[in-house]
């Protein structure tokens, strides 16, 4: 059987290619953004831990990780308060090995100012002043862009060669509605993940090796058409593309601490990479740091009882914004 998904994961990658070209540049990116507190504190480099509510969006996999019902919710006004950002998730546990999980995510930006048409040329405007706008928009309109996930999970733990490794599969249904003034766009899209866990202890011998984890997810499979209402009924195409990832973790039993490093690579429009390190103090205080492609990140979580928060600091052209989420499992 570890053959045959190999198999399957290596010619869905290779099928992710041969539609690459044919997508139109940066439809749907508001997805790009990310969501969770933990991720985006350690740059976005999350797609071999996705352990927490967030993982629907960054590997469908890594829900089988989570062993209790759960609710995650986020929110940031971002980008100086031009946009409101918010991010939802509830995950049940359906089996010992599989999960169930609905996500939402919004982007919301109000008041842009609407202008009317500007009448004659550019010379004419020079020479007739009654004919320069007056700079006072005509009115408002409002974008809201919307994605809804259906998610699945389910964890597998087999041997090879004597040597045990966990391993995960996820996928994701999703769709997605945009509004911009009176215009909708709506489309339905596919994501597929995989996540391959091990001890080096139990795989290399010795001991205190740590942990180690490794990714692919493949988002829009076979590319996600959004269709809008328009007279020419425009369509966007978000291409299908490939994410890998791995990390480390090591234990510190003397301080009762711990240490995980991550690093992702992804090929949607071009190759970017993510590094992320997370240090934390008996399961309870988290310190994070990180590179999204070329902006750094930081952050921090506190967990207690059931509940935790976490916060991260973001920096991106359009100005530094800073991300709270929480999450409660029961």
Not at 5 to 13: E, V
Not at 35 to 50: I, P
Not at 94 to 101: D, F, G, R, T
Not at 312 to 318: G, V
Request: proline share 4%; aromatic share 16%.
């Amino acid at each position: 059987m570890t053959r045959y998904r190999l198999i399957f994961f290596l010619s869905i990658f290779c099928l992710s290619f041969m539609r690459y070209v044919y997508a139109e540049k940066y439809a749907g990116e508001f997805l790009e953004l990310g969501v969770g507190g933990k991720a985006l504190g350690m740059g976005s480099a999350f797609v071999s831990l996705a352990d927490d509510g967030s993982a629907p969006y960054w590997n469908p996999a890594g829900l089988a990780q989570i062993r209790h019902f759960s609710v995650t919710l986020m929110h940031a006004s971002i980008f100086s308060g031009l946009a409101n950002h918010d991010f939802l998730s509830y995950v049940q546990p359906i089996s010992k090995e599989a999960n169930l999980s609905i996500s939402w995510i919004r982007l919301g930006i109000d008041d842009i100012p609407r202008f009317g048409e500007l009448v004659g040329t550019a010379e004419d405007r020079q020479r007739d002043p009654q004919l320069r706008p007056s700079g006072e928009p005509l009115g408002y309109f409002e974008d809201r862009e919307n994605a809804v996930f259906l998610s699945f999970a389910r964890a597998f733990y087999t041997e090879f060669k004597n040597k045990p490794f966990g391993f995960s599969v996820g996928a994701n249904f999703k769709y997605l509605a945009q509004k911009l003034d009176n215009h909708w766009g709506t489309g339905i899209g596919f994501d597929l993940g995989g996540l391959l866990k091990f001890s080096g202890a139990e795989v290399f011998g010795g001991k205190d090796l740590g942990d180690f984890s490794f990714a692919l997810k493949l988002s829009d499979l076979g590319r996600t058409n959004i269709l809008w209402n328009t007279p020419s009924e425009h369509g966007d195409a978000i291409p299908m593309h490939l994410i890998l990832g791995g990390s480390y973790t090591q234990s510190l039993p003397l301080i009762k601490s711990q240490i995980i490093f991550s690093a992702d690579k992804e090929t949607h429009y071009e190759q970017k990479y993510h590094f992320g390190l997370e240090y934390s103090f008996r399961n309870c205080v988290f310190l994070r740091g990180g590179a999204n492609y070329k902006s750094p990140t930081a952050g921090v979580g506190l967990k207690i009882w059931h509940f935790k928060i976490d916060y991260a600091f973001c920096s991106y052209e359009l100005g530094n914004t800073h991300r709270l989420s929480g999450e409660v499992r029961f």
